[in-house]
Each structure stands twice: as structure tokens, then as C-alpha cells.
């Protein structure tokens, strides 16, 4: 069975900052082989043991700090973070990748850290994963 995903985020506008931690809902799937992606929830749920790859990137404005975080289960896998002072002109731009080795029913999903913003606009903020091979 085929396990691959790409979504984005697409919101109209910005997301966050928000008081805590939050999931980010990624709810456009561009690509959904195999349905472990859910879009009105924000997470992955592999379908098989096995190892997998996600990576997430984003694009965010001068407003505020921006970064994105790839959790499995509860454990902060890997971030991207940016740090803005006010009135500094510029858009930040940041990815990260992750290999890991799933057992059925983990879940992989992307917080926004608290405090942190992201864009949901024209597809610049995305979510990607797929199965390497079953364990």
C-alpha cells in the first residue's frame, strides 16, 4: 500500500501568534495516497509500521517569531525558528526533514510553537510525508 501526502496551509491569511502550543491544521491536501493524512485534524496516522519521511516548510511575515515544530506522538522531532524584531522588513522562509521509523497508529503532526505565526496564503506553508518502506 502507497503512503504519500502533500498539504498546505490555506487560510486567507496569517496564522497565530496563539497562547500555546497549537496543531497546525494543514487543509488543503494537494496529494492524499492512502488517506493517513487527516485535513480536518492536522495529523498523520501511519497506516503501517515501517519508516517514513516528512518535511515541512513555511513562509512567514516581518510581524512577529515564526517557526514550525514536527512532533511524533508528544516528542518535538525537529524546528525551524526565526526570530523577528518589530519593524524589521523582511519574510522568513524555513524548512526542515525527518526519517523516522513509525510504528502503526503514531501520530506525526506540526505545532506551531507559542508566540509564533506562519502564512496561509498561496500555498507558501506545507506538509509533506510518505512511506519509505514497511518494516
Not at 492536522?42 to 514536527?70: H, I, M, N, V, W
Not at 523577528?84 to 526519517?99: F, L
Amino acid at each position: 500500500m502507497s503512503v504519500l501526502f502533500t498539504a498546505v496551509l490555506q487560510t486567507g491569511g496569517n496564522v497565530g501568534p496563539f497562547q500555546g502550543d497549537t496543531t497546525l491544521i494543514f487543509n488543503r491536501a494537494i496529494t492524499n495516497v492512502g488517506e493517513a493524512y487527516d485535513i480536518s485534524t492536522g495529523l498523520f496516522k501511519a497506516p503501517d509500521t515501517g519508516f517514513y519521511c516528512f518535511s515541512f516548510s513555511y513562509q512567514a511575515d516581518k510581524r512577529e517569531q515564526s517557526g514550525l515544530t514536527l512532533m511524533k506522538n508528544s516528542e518535538a522531532i525537529v524546528k525551524a525558528f526565526n526570530s523577528n524584531k518589530p519593524g524589521i522588513q523582511h519574510v522568513d522562509n524555513a524548512s526542515s526533514t525527518a526519517c523516522l521509523e513509525l510504528q502503526q497508529g503514531d501520530r506525526v503532526y506540526v505545532v506551531l510553537p507559542n508566540g509564533c505565526h506562519a502564512c496561509g496564503i498561496g500555498g507558501t506553508t506545507s506538509f509533506t510525508g510518505f512511506l519509505i518502506s514497511k518494516a
